[in-house]
């Protein structure tokens, strides 16, 4: 069973910078997933999403709907069994680095319930073929209300230093615990626009602070012009900090060249 990891925090904070930054380190084989309409993921990796031919889990599960293949409206406890086959054949990327999948737009009127019912039954399965999962967020907490991963190892909440982050810290805190999630460690990491003594006050929250992620002009620029983020190089200030922070929470690191 693979360590289970997620990234959440609010908007904009770096959550995504943080799995992509993350997937260097951990050891392979490893499964990234993309809970993110948005999808942006596949491109801070290099991936170009409809180059791969995949399909998103959202759109899998919208060809099984039009096909009715026995799961027709009421038919959500059957997904999984019925999605699990196509999700190795046609959602999953893989490559000798990672795996990737996506949750996708979903393109139906109505919520995310069958994605997400099927993605939470998927993931303890899928961890099993895996060293790690790291698990990229959409921003708020939405997200935790929808439980898509709710059995995981690792919380890492991102915050932006503003006050804002330590109410989104209880909110996280009361969501988790009211839907009963089980994690293992809950942790918190500042963002790029930390200063001193931001740190200094989220050390002293009683929570398991672990640094922050340290600003690097190159991310920003590898955003804008589409490059991957793995091809930064290993003393980036950025790529630096995440490594002291996965040491931190215990991870042992892959030597890259
Ligand atoms: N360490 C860093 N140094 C410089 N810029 C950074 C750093 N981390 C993130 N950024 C920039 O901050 C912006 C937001 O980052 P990112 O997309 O990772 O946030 P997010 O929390 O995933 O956003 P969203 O909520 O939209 O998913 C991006 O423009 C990114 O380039
Ligand atoms: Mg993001």
Known sequence: MGRIAVSTGR?????????????RYLDPPKLLIDLDPDESLADMLGVDWNETRKKTISSALHDIMKQDRGVGRTGYASLPNVLRPVVK????????????????TKFTVGCYCAP??????????????????????????EHLNRKVAADIDDLFVILDPSDKSVKHIQRVKDITGQLKFSYKNF????????????????????????GK??????????????????ELPENSPAVVSVREILTKAGYTMQQRD
Not at 123 to 130: A, M, V
Not at 189 to 210: C, I, K, M, S, W
């Open 187 to 210: 942790y918190l990491v500042g963002n790029h626009r930390f200063t001193q003594e931001a740190q200094e006050y989220f050390q002293d929250t009683g929570n398991a602070y672990l």
């Open 11 to 23: 908007g904009g904070v770096g959550k995504s910078t943080f799995v992509a930054l993350a997937s």
């Open 213 to 230: 992620l340290d600003f690097d002009p190159n991310v920003k620029q590898h955003n804008l012009e589409g490059r991957s983020l793995l």
């Open 89 to 104: 054949d046609d959602c999953l990327y893989r490559s000798p680095e990672f795996d990737l999948l996506t949750l996708g």
């Open 116 to 141: 997400d019912a099927a993605l939470r039954d998927l993931i303890p399965l899928l961890s099993k073929n895996y060293e790690a999962v790291l698990v990229d967020s959409p921003a708020g907490l």
